[in-house]
T-cell receptor
Framework: AQSVAQPEDQVNVAEGNPLTVKCTYS??????LFWYVQYPNRGLQFLLK??????LVKGSYGFEAEFNKSQTSFHLKKPSALVSDSALYFC??????????????FGRGTQLTVWP | NAGVTQTPKFQVLKTGQSMTLQCAQD?????MYWYRQDPGMGLRLIYY???????DKGEVPNGYNVSRLNKREFSLRLESAAPSQTSVYFC???????????????????FGEGSRLTVL
């Protein structure tokens, strides 16, 4: 079955420090991976995706993610965190098999808090 | 450009009451989805519609029905609400490219702002 795991419920980091939000995946076939961000009382917003090609994917708001096939990971990173980055982050994998074609499976989310 | 619009934003129901959540998108997307979000559970797919005229069950369809009224609109109905259906509901849409069974799309999901439902 397709699935993603976000091992940390919460990540806390000081403003200006680098941040990493972890995600590991399990898929049969090619992995199509996504990161979304959710600000309080809002819907999810797309950050970036990995379909194929370069292992380092760049996305919105200075975020990037590193795809590692051997470790089945897709960690979200940012070199210098901002207080405004505080939000709930979701990793997702797309299922491209048969009748479930195109469905996204989400992780449980990681709450990122950046303190001043 | 409104994107994905959900109504209502908030609703309180009594057990056994029925209601319909409305969703409309103006991006000419062919696929639409209903998710529910519960603390510690992430997002779980209730129903989806890969194209106009088709609907399929997701992970947690029990207690819900859907209607893909046209390409723009995808509604979610609770026939007899239960406290376990207290949640935040999100509608989403996506442009899927190419022939459905061969995939080929890379489109991301666009989400509405959510509908917060409380069942007493």
């Amino acid at each position: 079955a397709q699935s993603v795991a976000q091992p940390e419920d919460q990540v806390n980091v000081a403003e200006g420090n680098p941040l990493t939000v972890k995600c590991t995946y399990s898929v049969s076939g090619n992995p199509y991976l996504f990161w979304y961000v959710q600000y309080p009382n809002r819907g999810l917003q797309f950050l970036l995706k990995y379909i194929t090609g370069d292992n380092l994917v760049k996305g919105s708001y200075g975020f990037e993610a590193e795809f590692n096939k051997s470790q089945t990971s897709f960690h979200l990173k940012k070199p210098s965190a901002l207080v405004s980055d505080s939000a709930l982050y979701f990793c997702a994998v797309r299922d491209d098999r048969g009748s479930t074609l195109g469905r996204l499976y989400f992780g449980r989310g990681t709450q990122l808090t950046v303190w001043p | 450009n409104a994107g994905v619009t959900q109504t209502p934003k908030f609703q309180v129901l009594k057990t056994g009451q029925s209601m319909t959540l409305q969703c409309a998108q103006d991006m000419n997307h062919n696929s639409m989805y209903w998710y529910r979000q519960d603390p510690g559970m992430g997002l779980r797919l209730i129903y989806y519609s890969a194209s106009e005229g088709t609907t399929d069950k997701g992970e947690v369809p029990n207690g819900y029905n859907v209607s893909r009224l046209n390409k723009r609109e995808f509604s979610l109905r609770l026939e007899s609400a239960a406290p376990s259906q207290t949640s935040v509901y999100f509608c989403a849409s996506r442009l899927t490219l190419g022939f459905l069974r061969t995939g080929g799309d890379t489109g991301e999901l666009f989400f509405g702002e959510g509908s917060r439902l409380t069942v007493l």
